[in-house]
C-alpha cells in the first residue's frame, strides 16, 4: 500500500451548501476585511474566527497589498478597527521598511486609534515597539490639536500620554510642546462636547442648540442624538440645517442614516434627503438596472451586539440608491419585486417584501436572466443554497456584505465588497472609463 500519495482537496462550499469559488490570499483577505466590523459575529462566523482569518491571510500577502488595504478600508470604507488589525500584521511584513510608519500615519485619523493600536499590539502581552511603530505613531500624533487629544483623552489600559512617552515625538514647535505637556500631564483644559457639556449639568436643549449653531457637532453626533434633541425640543431649523448640510459626513456610512430615522422619525424627510445626496454626487448609469437584494434569514444578523441595524438594513441602503432606470427584486425562498423606491421608502419595502427564510440565489439570477436589463447588481451575503448561474448582463456585480470564508460572487462577477456607498461610485467610476475607452 502507497500512503505518500496526494489527496485532491473537497471544492469549497459557501455555509449553506452552495459551491463556493477558490480565491486568493488577496481575495480571501478583501473579503474578510472590507464588511468586517472587527470583533463582532455574523451570522455564520463569530468575530474571533474573523479577526484570525484577517491575520493569517494579512501574513501570506506582499506588505504593499496590506498596507493599500488598510488604507482603502480606512479612508474609502470608513472602518475603524478592521485597519488597525491589518497594520499588526504590516510590522511583520514590513519590517524594517518606510512604508510600516507612512501607513501607521495615514490610517490612524482619531486621536483614540493611537491607543487602540497600542492596545492591540500588546493583546498577547508587552513587548517592544518596533522602530517603523514609533516613527509612524509619532507621525499621526502630530496630526492632532488641543480638542481633538482632549476628546479622546480617555482612561483605559493605555492612555494617549503612554504612547506620547513611548514614541518620543518631536514637537514641530513650542506651540505643540505646550500642547503635548498638557497631554503628558493630562492637564488638558475639556473639550467642548455635547458628553461633556451634559454631564455637568447643563440644559440638553441649550447645550444641543449652542453646539449646533457654532458648528460644533460633528455629523455622526448628530445622528445619533436626533431622538435626544426631539425629546429636548431642540429648534428643528438648526436641526433641519445641520443634516442638510452634511458636514463632516464623508465619514458617514449610508445606514447610518437609516438608523437616525428609525430612532427619529421627525425628522426622516431631512434624513432620506441627506442620504440621496451622499451617493448622487456623480452620473446616473446608463440603461436598465435590475437590483437583486438577499432577504435571507441570514441577512437579518445584526451588524454588531449594541446596534439594532442588520446585513440586511446595509443591503436594503445601498439598494435603495442606486442611481439610474432600476427595477428591484428580492430573494430567500421566493423571487419578488418591490417598487424601485428610493430612500427610506426603498429599505422598507426591501425589507417588508417576504419573509426571510432560504437563500436561493441561482434561482434568483435565473429569473432576472429572463428581463431585459442592461446590468444586474447583487447585494448579498453569498451564502446560496444552489449553484449561481452566469449572469445574463455583460455588466454584472456582487456586492457581498459580509465577511465569511467563502462566497459564490467571482467568475464572471464583478466582485466587490463592504457597504459603504464606495461600491457604487466605483460602478459609476469603472463604467465611465470603459465608455471612454471603447469610445
Given at each position: 500500500?502507497?500512503?505518500?500519495?496526494?489527496?485532491?482537496?473537497?471544492?469549497?462550499?459557501?455555509?449553506?451548501?452552495a459551491?463556493?469559488?477558490?480565491?486568493?490570499?488577496?481575495?480571501?483577505?478583501?473579503?474578510?476585511?472590507?464588511?468586517c466590523?472587527?470583533?463582532?459575529?455574523?451570522?455564520?462566523e463569530?468575530?474571533?474566527?474573523?479577526?484570525?482569518r484577517?491575520?493569517?491571510?494579512?501574513?501570506?500577502?506582499?506588505?504593499?497589498?496590506?498596507a493599500?488595504?488598510?488604507?482603502?478600508?480606512?479612508?474609502?470604507?470608513?472602518?475603524?478597527?478592521?485597519?488597525?488589525?491589518?497594520?499588526?500584521?504590516?510590522?511583520?511584513?514590513?519590517?524594517g521598511?518606510?512604508?510600516?510608519?507612512q501607513?501607521?500615519?495615514?490610517v490612524?485619523?482619531?486621536?483614540?486609534?493611537?491607543?487602540?493600536?497600542?492596545?492591540?499590539?500588546?493583546?498577547?502581552?508587552?513587548?517592544?515597539?518596533?522602530?517603523?511603530?514609533?516613527?509612524?505613531?509619532?507621525?499621526?500624533?502630530?496630526?492632532?490639536?488641543?480638542?481633538q487629544?482632549?476628546?479622546?483623552?480617555?482612561?483605559?489600559?493605555?492612555?494617549?500620554?503612554?504612547?506620547?512617552?513611548?514614541?518620543?515625538?518631536?514637537?514641530?514647535?513650542?506651540?505643540q510642546?505646550?500642547?503635548?505637556?498638557?497631554?503628558?500631564?493630562?492637564?488638558?483644559?475639556?473639550?467642548?462636547?455635547?458628553e461633556?457639556?451634559?454631564?455637568?449639568?447643563?440644559?440638553?436643549?441649550?447645550?444641543?442648540?449652542?453646539?449646533?449653531?457654532?458648528?460644533?457637532?460633528?455629523?455622526?453626533?448628530?445622528?445619533?442624538?436626533?431622538?435626544?434633541?426631539?425629546q429636548a425640543?431642540?429648534?428643528?431649523?438648526?436641526?433641519t440645517?445641520?443634516?442638510?448640510?452634511?458636514?463632516?459626513a464623508?465619514?458617514v456610512?449610508?445606514?447610518?442614516?437609516?438608523a437616525?430615522?428609525?430612532?427619529?422619525?421627525?425628522?426622516?424627510?431631512?434624513?432620506?434627503?441627506?442620504?440621496?445626496?451622499?451617493?448622487?454626487?456623480?452620473?446616473?448609469?446608463?440603461?436598465?438596472?435590475?437590483v437583486?437584494?438577499?432577504v435571507s434569514?441570514?441577512?437579518?444578523?445584526?451588524?454588531?451586539?449594541?446596534?439594532?441595524?442588520?446585513?440586511?438594513?446595509?443591503?436594503?441602503?445601498?439598494?435603495?440608491?442606486?442611481?439610474?432606470?432600476?427595477?428591484?427584486?428580492?430573494?430567500?425562498?421566493?423571487?419578488?419585486?418591490?417598487?424601485?423606491?428610493?430612500?427610506?421608502?426603498?429599505?422598507?419595502?426591501?425589507?417588508?417584501?417576504?419573509?426571510?427564510?432560504?437563500?436561493?440565489?441561482?434561482?434568483?439570477?435565473?429569473?432576472?436572466?429572463?428581463?431585459?436589463?442592461?446590468?444586474?447588481?447583487?447585494?448579498?451575503?453569498?451564502?446560496?443554497?444552489?449553484?449561481?448561474?452566469?449572469?445574463?448582463?455583460?455588466?454584472?456585480?456582487?456586492?457581498?456584505?459580509?465577511?465569511?470564508?467563502?462566497?459564490?460572487?467571482?467568475?464572471?462577477?464583478t466582485?466587490?465588497?463592504?457597504?459603504?456607498?464606495?461600491?457604487?461610485?466605483?460602478?459609476?467610476?469603472?463604467?465611465?472609463?470603459?465608455?471612454?475607452?471603447?469610445?
Amino acid at each position: 500500500m502507497r500512503l505518500n500519495i496526494f489527496a485532491p482537496r473537497p471544492p469549497p462550499l459557501t455555509h449553506e451548501g452552495a459551491p463556493a469559488v477558490v480565491l486568493t490570499a488577496e481575495q480571501a483577505l478583501r473579503r474578510s476585511v472590507l464588511s468586517c466590523l472587527l470583533w463582532e459575529d455574523e451570522f455564520y462566523e463569530d468575530g474571533q474566527a474573523i479577526a484570525d482569518r484577517i491575520l493569517a491571510l494579512a501574513l501570506e500577502v506582499p506588505a504593499a497589498t496590506t498596507a493599500a488595504l488598510a488604507i482603502e478600508a480606512r479612508e474609502q470604507f470608513k472602518l475603524r478597527h478592521a485597519p488597525l488589525l491589518l497594520l499588526l500584521a504590516l510590522v511583520r511584513t514590513g519590517r524594517g521598511t518606510a512604508l510600516v510608519s507612512q501607513t501607521i500615519a495615514r490610517v490612524i485619523q482619531r486621536a483614540d486609534e493611537l491607543s487602540e493600536f497600542l492596545a492591540l499590539y500588546w493583546r498577547g502581552g508587552r513587548k517592544p515597539l518596533a522602530k517603523q511603530v514609533k516613527l509612524g505613531l509619532a507621525q499621526a500624533f502630530g496630526k492632532f490639536d488641543a480638542y481633538q487629544l482632549a476628546k479622546y483623552d480617555r482612561e483605559g489600559p493605555v492612555k494617549l500620554r503612554d504612547v506620547l512617552f513611548l514614541v518620543h515625538a518631536k514637537p514641530k514647535d513650542e506651540a505643540q510642546a505646550a500642547l503635548w505637556k498638557q497631554v503628558a500631564e493630562r492637564t488638558l483644559p475639556s473639550p467642548d462636547t455635547w458628553e461633556v457639556a451634559l454631564s455637568g449639568g447643563a440644559d440638553k436643549r441649550e447645550t444641543f442648540e449652542r453646539l449646533l449653531a457654532e458648528r460644533k457637532l460633528g455629523y455622526l453626533a448628530l445622528l445619533r442624538n436626533l431622538r435626544n434633541m426631539d425629546q429636548a425640543g431642540v429648534d428643528e431649523a438648526l436641526v433641519t440645517e445641520a443634516i442638510l448640510a452634511r458636514r463632516g459626513a464623508e465619514r458617514v456610512l449610508p445606514f447610518r442614516y437609516v438608523a437616525a430615522a428609525r430612532a427619529a422619525p421627525r425628522f426622516e424627510p431631512q434624513l432620506d434627503q441627506a442620504l440621496a445626496e451622499a451617493v448622487l454626487q456623480g452620473p446616473v448609469l446608463a440603461g436598465r438596472t435590475i437590483v437583486l437584494v438577499d432577504v435571507s434569514g441570514s441577512m437579518d444578523a445584526r451588524l454588531s451586539a449594541k446596534s439594532d441595524l442588520t446585513r440586511l438594513d446595509a443591503a436594503a441602503t445601498l439598494a435603495s440608491i442606486v442611481p439610474g432606470d432600476v427595477r428591484v427584486f428580492t430573494f430567500s425562498n421566493q423571487v419578488v419585486e418591490v417598487p424601485a423606491r428610493r430612500g427610506m421608502a426603498g429599505v422598507d419595502a426591501v425589507v417588508r417584501s417576504q419573509p426571510h427564510g432560504g437563500t436561493y440565489l441561482g434561482k434568483a439570477v435565473a429569473h432576472v436572466n429572463r428581463l431585459p436589463h442592461d446590468r444586474l447588481i447583487v447585494v448579498t451575503d453569498e451564502q446560496s443554497h444552489d449553484q449561481v448561474p452566469p449572469p445574463r448582463a455583460a455588466k454584472a456585480y456582487l456586492l457581498n456584505v459580509a465577511s465569511a470564508r467563502n462566497g459564490v460572487g467571482y467568475g464572471p462577477w464583478t466582485h466587490l465588497d463592504g457597504f459603504s456607498e464606495q461600491v457604487l461610485r466605483f460602478i459609476q467610476a469603472q463604467e465611465a472609463f470603459a465608455a471612454e475607452f471603447t469610445g
